[in-house]
């Protein structure tokens, strides 16, 4: 039944237009980073001057993991729901009643979805490949194609970082039943990289950061980081001690999601059963204990323009409640919150001598960090409450009310304005309670205001106002927030093509997202 289960699951994913879409988005982006770096668009920008072959092994492994770095946003909604869906659509008591195993269903189920992962990724891939036979790049920037260097890539490191990762988000999002739960352990993962590869800045921690890095690149650096540009351009990628070791760690962290979540499944309704000795009562629940008759009060009826408003603004306030009480907002705030103390306990040291954190410095780690998670925020909530009629079944209902459209939009649009300030000043609060632990009394309120209320308010009104569009077109907010998180990515590049070739490297991890963030920001304000 396995084979079964895992050609179902496959075959599934591809009589829908979500999949082609997501090949479509990666193969052209994949293009033209690569284009660009092959130097197609030197007429209208800098010429393209590097000693890097761009398609040798170290730099296919670079930009392949770069755009894999993307698609591990899709797993979430392709692997993580796969078994959650059939609870979704209440199929599973039909389901469990085939005879099959729980062994056959939990692998057919994951393995059949990781697959269509991975033939995303494959796509990307093959834009890579394309676009060195295209005319007009820059010859001297490439060199023999070897097929060695794309699959070393793959059973390197995107093969077990599909499998790593799919089989915790895999897990996680079962048993939550949330699928945006996968998307914050993505970021939580991501920002782990992050933190291992400022911790493999120092020496004496290298070796550790190589061991830890759950995406293994700083295991592969461990090894390339002082590689002449010969040696990039001709050497295979390292598999050896620190790689291998990596590996085979985070192989064993995925194993034990697996195998712990395996041992708690089963055939029922709830999915997860814990062994208990006590039986449950039965609980008879008697709806006639009385009748009452209720008087209805007199309704007036106001259709003006003015009751409207007022309902825009209670609708607003309730959205923003849902926002802020979801646990996702809460739980993505909070790895925000730690990652801008984190960045401010290093950002203020001038060659290893400490400074007092004034407000200039604090305001440069909300605009390279926290952003990005204001961003991911407003794309999910977006999303989610233009849906929300369809997720809740209550989008008839509430279709043959009274209230104009304008009302509804009008109110997510204010409760995401007001879910973008509270966390702006969430990020004002914590800078200023990072100046005062280290006794800084300074604060230039004003300047925090104007910078992050104000200017930096300008690129976030852009993007809510693209959510909204994207969303509006896409029935499924999973496949809308995805289209955002690549516009995200991919617009900078489509609108200054050339102008900074480096960082469409993908050779250090988030912080060419960072990059792309402080490009698109310059771009957006004008």
Known sequence: MFKAIFHFEFARWFKSSAVYIYMALFFALSLFIMLSSLGIFDGITATTSSNTIMNSPWAINGMVNGMSTIIYFLIPSIVGACVYRDFQYQVHTILFSYPFSKTDYLLGKFFGSVAVVLVIVFASTLGIIVAQFVPGINQSLLGPIH???????????????LIIFSAIIFVLVTLTRNVYVGFVAVLILIILQVLVQNLANNMDNRF?????????????????????????????????????????????????????????FSFSQHSISFKSSKKGARLTKNNFDSIFKINLPKVNYDFSTFHYLKTTWTMARYDYRYIVKNPVF?????????FIILMASTIG??????????????????????????????FLFTGLLVHRGSITRMGGLLDTTATPNWAFMGSKIIAILLMQLTLLAVVIATCMGFQVYHHYYNFE??????????????????????????????????????????????????????VEQEIYQFNQGQIWITRIWMDSAMFFRF
């Open 445 to 498: 309120i004003g300047q925090y205001v104007m910078h992050l209320m104000v200017y930096g308010m300008l690129s976030n009104l852009v993007w809510l106002f693209i959510s909204l569009f994207v969303h509006t077109l896409f029935k499924n907010y999973l496949a809308g927030f995805f289209v955002l998180l690549t516009l995200f990515i991919g617009l900078p590049f489509l609108s200054m093509v050339g």
């Open 330 to 338: 809460l739980i993505l705030t909070l790895v925000g919150v730690l």
């Open 208 to 264: 550790v950061g190589a061991l830890i890095d759950p995406f293994g690149d700083s295991a592969i650096s461990y090894y390339t980081q002082y590689w002449s540009p010969d040696e990039k351009n001709v050497n295979n990628l390292p598999f050896t001690g620190a790689v291998i070791y990596n590996r085979l760690i985070w192989l064993a962290v995925a194993a034990l999601f697996i195998g712990g979540f395996y041992m708690l």
């Open 349 to 378: 040291s001038i060659f290893g001598t400490s400074t007092y954190p004034v407000t200039w410095k604090m305001l440069m780690i909300p605009g390279t960090t926290f952003k990005f998670f204001l961003l991911i925020l407003t």
């Open 147 to 161: 097929v060695w260097a794309y699959l070393q890539t793959y059973l390197v490191q995107v093969i077990p970082n």
